[in-house]
Nanobody
């Protein structure tokens, strides 16, 4: 099982950006995929989680209404569409598979999003 994130970039406040998380090794099974971020010098912050068995996605209050998760079951990819980006969204964004409760495994290596003027 492997997860690979991509799409991180340097953007300006107010811009949009889409991150991708492509999984391998577990297609066809039911699972949760989380998005988690870590801002420079700070701890991990949970962003969102989606369930591939239905149209269920949950978001943290800090991104609700600005970020949206979608899935492509053909390519086994989960997307994080980020809108109205703010300086505080600067972070390394990770995707991780849910492993029961708040446990997550495996994790991808992350992709860096930098919001700067």
């Amino acid at each position: 099982v492997q997860l690979v994130e991509s799409g991180g970039d340097l953007v300006q406040p107010g811009d949009s950006l889409r991150l991708s998380c492509t999984g391998s090794g577990f297609s066809g099974s039911v699972y949760y995929i989380h998005w988690v971020r870590q801002a420079p010098g700070k701890g991990l912050e949970w962003v969102a989680v989606t369930h591939n068995g239905g149209d269920s996605t949950w978001y943290s209050d800090s991104v609700k209404g600005r970020f949206a998760v979608s899935r492509d079951t053909v390519t086994n990819t989960v997307y994080l569409q980020m809108g109205t980006l703010q300086f505080e969204d600067t972070a390394v964004y990770y995707c991780a598979r849910g492993a029961g409760g708040w446990s997550m495994d495996p994790w991808g290596k992350g992709t860096l999003v930098t919001v700067a003027a």
